[in-house]
């Protein structure tokens, strides 16, 4: 009874309602204006959300957020290879030091392999265990501890992209994790610079750290370039970006016009095969039976001649089919002693003055300048003439 009687006021509000607003036209106006304007503070309210201002960060969250605590301990493992035992040995005072600022206990177990990382009763952040995990899983993938302690921080996160099962073949594997790396890691520290993160290539993964734009950018450039996609082209495309950022105007138009588009040039093609069959027609009725051996003598007529005819015709055969088996061998033999054609020798012919006669005058002068020329350079202290003659007297005397 209740619910009806309810039911019925609110019908009865409603007609007297309906019937205020047919009776004045003004009241129609006011309700209508009063509509739109509602409408257009919405839409402004809308576009403010929509956009953020410059420098705006979201408060962290601190013990006043959570003030009792967690009700249960959470607890994360990961294993890390008996080659980076050494390295954790080092700094794992500084794992320890990091974690305990954010309430979360650290242990390392040398004898299995394991870093395990577990809340405590001081633990008021929920997500301060997943950061934890997260730090444990890149000190086990070989990232140093100053870029892995990073992930404590409220604006990074990690990403850890296996790249093992994407290539089958090993040798094509290695070629494309060493073009992500480039030549002295320089492709590699281009895509740092460009998105913000520390990235890491080790065996088959990539760990990657920075911020989430950055991590997105990160993922598919190393896809691409294990899809057989030269990362230079995915730099290109954001340092286009890179600089159309920066322009307050273009933010809310499209970037596709700016941005390049790489066609494959070099698309594999097909290898033909030197033999092509080609198909023949279709036809619906079966090809012709071929001849036997006695229709063809039946037509040719041998059928009918006798055996011994036969014998001396297939001898006469088999004695012509022997006997150029024979000139092709003789003439194969013969090669050998033909001797090869010489060329003929050109023999060089002294032109001819073109007058025909010769200018003795000229003739006499360049001998007559020859013989005044003296060859060689004076010597620079020249010897006393020496005779042989003045020798032999001497010999003599002392004799």
Sequence with gaps: MQRKVTRR?????????IMASSTTGDGVSEAQTGKKSKKTKNQVDESDLLTVPDGWKEPGFT??????????????????????????????PLVEK??????????????EGSITVCTTKKTFDPYAIVRARDLIKLLARSVPFEQAVRILQDDMACDIIKIGTLVRNRERFVKRRQRLIGPKGSTLKALELLTNCYVMVQGNTVSALGPYNGLKEV?????????NIHPIYNIKTLMIKRELSKDPDL????WERFLPKFRHKNLAKRKEPKKKSVKKEYTPFPPAQPESKVDKELATGEFFLRESVKRRKKMEEIKVKQGEALTKKQEERNKAFIPPKEKPLMKKTSKAPADGKLDINAIK???????????????????????????KKKNKTKG
């Design 9 to 17: 006021r609110t019908s009865v509000r409603h007609f007297r309602a």
């Design 63 to 92: 013990r006043d957020d959570n003030p009792r605590g967690l009700l249960e301990e959470s607890s994360f493992a990961t294993l890390f290879p008996k080659y980076r035992e050494a390295y954790l040995k080092e700094c794992w």
């Design 98 to 111: 990091a974690c305990g600022e954010a309430n979360i206990k650290a242990s390392l177990d040398l004898i």
């Design 219 to 227: 993922r598919k450039v190393v896809m691409d370039t294990m899809k």
């Design 251 to 254: 933010r809310v138009q499209s």
């Design 365 to 391: 002068d360049k001998v007559r300048k020859a013989k005044t020329k003296k060859l060689g350079a004076p010597p620079v202290n020249p010897a006393p003439p020496t005779s042989t003659t003045d020798k």
